[in-house]
């Protein structure tokens, strides 16, 4: 059975930073894609960020390029996301999202696993 858990959400004040972290049990992380997503109330789900599945290779949205940086640790099955110069827009639910197929993909669909997320929240 896949698990992915994330951690590490929180309150912060605009500027701050955060680093989340996702462990992932149940599948053979070092071939799998990750990713993460985000979800704000009355949004959609929308990517953040994705990392090959050796880490050379990652993809940014926009919105977070420069200031999140995402990274994994194959043998702790572990990928994090940290999040500098946080605004209240960040304001959100944070997916992390496996995925088996080849490629780091930006569409939610195109991944098989999912966490339950971890909220985090950006006061002004």
């Known amino acids: 059975q896949v698990q992915l858990v994330e951690s590490g959400g929180g309150l912060v004040q605009a500027g701050g930073s955060l680093r989340l972290s996702c462990a992932a049990s149940?599948?053979?992380?070092?071939?799998?894609?990750m990713g993460w997503f985000r979800q704000a109330p009355g949004k959609e789900r929308e990517f953040v960020s994705a990392?090959?599945?050796?880490?050379?290779?990652?993809v940014y949205a926009d919105s977070v390029k420069d200031r999140f940086t995402i990274s994994r640790d194959n043998a702790k099955n572990t990928v994090y996301l940290q999040m500098n110069s946080l605004k209240p827009e960040d304001t959100a639910v944070y997916y992390c999202?496996?995925?088996?197929?080849?490629?780091?993909?930006?569409?939610?669909?195109?991944?098989?696993?999912w966490g339950q997320g971890t909220r985090v929240t950006v006061s002004s």
């Open positions: 999202a496996a995925r088996q197929g080849s490629g780091a993909p930006t569409l939610p669909t195109l991944y098989d696993y």
């Open positions: 990392i090959s599945r050796s880490g050379p290779s990652t």
């Open positions: 149940g599948l053979t992380f070092s071939r799998s894609r």
